[in-house]
């Protein structure tokens, strides 16, 4: 290679440098964030079903399901995450059945959803006497 052809390609390594740091970060991120959203879900989902099973046991009632999986949430999640939280008794596979059901924003950026929710439920049969 003539001493014309390096003198042109010098300074070539530090931009290349940046563009290449750049696209590695964004695709970091957009990693974190999808694995951030997927835990959430889990979250969400875990504490539907732990909080119907609780309301469903003997002593207990679905508000008490309702007030588990509150619980169960802002333990994992921080409290400004805003969820909706109900809880009923239905009819779920041909018995009385507590059903849980939470509505929480999709996190987009970090814990802050933009406009999509959740709605997850979980079910757990009543105990009768």
């Known amino acids: 290679m003539s001493s014309l052809a390096r003198e042109k390609e010098r300074g070539n390594a530090p931009a ?3 563009m290449v740091s ?3 970060l964004m ?4 990693v974190l964030q999808i694995a951030f959203a997927m835990f959430t879900k889990n979250v969400v989902q875990d504490a539907a079903s732990q909080g119907a099973r609780y309301g469903a046991m003997l002593d207990r ?6 007030e588990r999986t509150r619980e169960l949430l802002y333990s994992v999640l921080p409290e400004s995450y805003s969820t909706s939280v109900t809880s009923s008794v239905t009819q779920w596979q041909g018995a009385d059945a507590v059903e849980i059901r939470v509505a929480a924003p999709i996190p987009v950026i970090g814990p802050f959803g933009l406009g999509g929710t959740w709605e997850v439920t979980g079910h757990a049969v009543l105990q009768g006497d």
């Open 16 to 18: 290349e440098f940046v």
């Open 22 to 24: 750049a696209m590695v």
């Open 27 to 30: 695709l970091f991120l957009g």
């Open 61 to 66: 009632t679905p508000g008490d399901g309702e």
